[in-house]
């Protein structure tokens, strides 16, 4: 009788089956995988998006400090005054990047929930057509066919 146990499954709770099976079904992970509410955002409109949330933030920091400067009676608030104008510009410009990019993607991409969107029109024309191509070589003799040649 070996008394040792298996190297590869470790028995520590005294019942038979491997281990790691049951730290799976006692533990539970960090967290739990749930279906997204919305689709996730194409890459290039999640950059314009964060890229802008941290401007937006950066220019509300720097309007804080001009705010509590000028409150102060500080040198500095002068020149933190006129930098949260020019951070507010940039952040107005910022966030208009986001819907310009957003509406740039929906047309090159085709996203328009509209049934007459042009284009789910051109989709459908060139099935249409890949369609009509293979019914035609099907149609060709055997030995006449494009592919072959």
């Given at each position: 009788m070996d008394t040792e146990p298996d190297i590869g499954a470790p028995d520590m709770t005294g019942r038979g089956g491997s281990g790691d099976e049951r730290c799976r079904e006692r533990h539970r992970g960090l967290w739990t995988e749930e279906p997204a509410v919305r689709p996730r955002m194409p890459d290039p409109v999640r950059a314009a998006a964060v890229r802008a949330w941290i401007i937006v933030a950066v220019t509300l920091i720097e309007a804080m400090v001009a705010f509590l400067c000028t409150l102060a009676g500080s040198w500095f608030a002068f020149p933190a005054v006129l930098s949260?104008?020019?951070?507010?510009?940039?952040?107005?410009?910022?966030?208009?990047?986001?819907?310009?990019?957003?509406?740039?993607?929906?047309?090159?991409?085709?996203?328009?929930?509209?049934?007459?969107?042009?284009?789910?029109?051109?989709?459908?024309?060139?099935?249409?057509?890949?369609?009509?191509?293979?019914?035609?070589?099907?149609?060709?003799?055997?030995?006449?066919?494009?592919?072959?040649?």
């Open positions: 949260t104008v020019a951070s507010t510009v940039v952040a107005t410009w910022s966030v208009l990047d986001v819907w310009v990019t957003r509406q740039v993607w929906n047309q090159r991409n085709g996203v328009v929930s509209e049934p007459s969107s042009t284009a789910r029109a051109l989709r459908r024309e060139r099935r249409r057509a890949r369609r009509e191509a293979r019914r035609a070589e099907r149609s060709r003799p055997p030995g006449r066919r494009l592919s072959e040649a």
